[in-house]
T-cell receptor
Framework: EAEVAQSPRYKITEKSQAVAFWCDPI?????LYWYRQILGQGPELLVQ????????DSQLPKDRFSAERLKGVDSTLKIQPAELGDSAMYLC?????????????FGPGTRLTVL | GENVEQHPSTLSVQEGDSAVIKCTYS??????FPWYKQELGKGPQLIID?????GEKKDQRIAVTLNKTAKHFSLHITETQPEDSAVYFC????????????FGKGTKLSVIP
């Protein structure tokens, strides 16, 4: 069964350091999402890609966060510099297309701890 | 933007009993309402969804109801089993303006054997 892959699964860093997360969506899925899930809350969308283009990054803190999906396949989310408040689970999801007709499949996430 | 409230935050039931989780949403333009189950160490997984033109949908032991007038929807799990223990999230998708899912804060369901 095809799954969304994410790495690393866990990351501990000190504040002001740079961190990067990687996501490999299900093959053939054109739409890719990055979510942030703070402990005890639901996921919040950070950025949505359609192929290699950003569709929605309105909730991405662009002063420190960046995301790319250069060839329209895998994607990287970067934080520089990391702050204490960035500690959270970062989830990647993919779907065959955009819109609610297409189920979003989530990866296992990367748990980030900023010390 | 959309705001989704979910209750209760924790729920404990005896095995075999029913569990009900309720959500309300604020944006009357929202038209799709999925429910996700998140097990420890895993990402959320879609378990059932409902569109705004339907009042109820059932899939084996799981059912979802939608009241558009009151802007609330509920998840019903019957004959609960220990493997139903997880965190459940409701979400709402608005096709107007912001084309994204807004999630509730989650309900931790514990099924006691």
């Amino acid at each position: 069964e095809a799954e969304v892959a994410q790495s690393p699964r866990y990351k501990i860093t000190e504040k002001s350091q740079a961190v990067a997360f990687w996501c490999d969506p299900i093959s053939g899925h054109a739409t890719l999402y990055w979510y942030r899930q703070i402990l005890g809350q639901g996921p919040e969308l950070l950025v949505q890609f359609q192929d290699e283009s950003v569709v929605d990054d309105s909730q991405l803190p662009k002063d420190r966060f960046s995301a790319e999906r250069l060839k329209g396949v895998d994607s990287t989310l970067k934080i520089q510099p990391a702050e204490l408040g960035d500690s959270a689970m970062y989830l990647c999801a993919s779907s065959p297309g955009a819109g609610f007709y297409n189920e979003q499949f989530f990866g296992p996430g990367t748990r980030l701890t900023v010390l | 933007g959309e705001n989704v409230e979910q209750h209760p935050s924790t729920l404990s039931v005896q095995e075999g009993d029913s569990a009900v989780i309720k959500c309300t949403y604020s944006d009357s333009a929202s038209n799709y309402f999925p429910w996700y189950k998140q097990e420890l160490g895993k990402g959320p997984q879609l378990i059932i969804d409902i569109r705004s033109n339907v009042g109820e949908k059932k899939d084996q032991r799981i059912a979802v109801t939608l009241n558009k007038t009151a802007k609330h929807f509920s998840l019903h799990i019957t004959e609960t089993q220990p493997e139903d223990s997880a965190v459940y999230f409701c979400a709402a998708y608005s096709g107007a303006g912001s084309y994204q899912l807004t999630f509730g804060k989650g309900t931790k369901l514990s099924v006691i054997p």
